[in-house]
């Protein structure tokens, strides 16, 4: 049985240490690529990611064919240039459902989580740019009895 504590002090000595940050792994295919799904919206992503010249392929076109407004390529490159990564991954991913903006954020979600899976060391980084939260705004649902999700209908006593 352990021992009778006497003093105060002796009790500061059983202190335990502090718990040290979990250890991540580099998660591969067979291929030397890392995945990762990303969501926001109805939009689904799912991006893989190798070493490469920075080329990014969505849904078997290029990124500027695909997204053709720059707000929506600049989305995508941000956690790229984050982590001071940009030009050096290829990307292709596959992208369904929602529009261009959500799969824009899809996109982004998927591509930061397979950075953290290729270089677990960005980790720390992507989480704080916000890279690896999925945004779980989604639409409101229609209520009955009214016109959309909160409006009501035109109220007139005549």
């Known amino acids: 049985m352990a021992e009778t504590m006497q003093s105060l002090d002796q009790l500061a000595t059983l202190k335990p240490a502090a718990p040290e940050a979990p250890k ?23 991006v893989w990611v190798k070493p490469g010249s920075g080329k990014i392929i969505v849904n078997t076109r290029p990124v500027e064919v695909f997204f053709a407004r720059p707000v929506l390529r600049m989305l995508i490159q941000q956690p790229l240039v984050a982590s001071n990564r940009a030009g050096q991954y290829d990307v292709i991913c596959s992208v369904s459902g929602g529009g261009l903006s959500g799969q824009a954020g899809a996109v982004r979600h998927g591509l930061s989580k397979a950075l953290t899976h290729y270089e677990p060391d960005l980790r720390g980084v992507l989480k704080r740019g916000g890279f ?20 009501s209908f035109q109220f007139s006593k005549r």
């Not at 690896?132 to 409006?151: F, I, M, N, P, Q």
């Open 24 to 46: 991540y792994e580099q998660k591969l295919d067979k291929q030397g690529r890392a995945y990762a799904t990303g969501k926001r919206k109805n939009a689904v992503a799912r």
């Open 132 to 151: 690896l939260t999925r945004d779980s705004r989604v639409v409101e649902r229609k209520k009955y009895g009214r016109a959309k999700a909160r409006r």
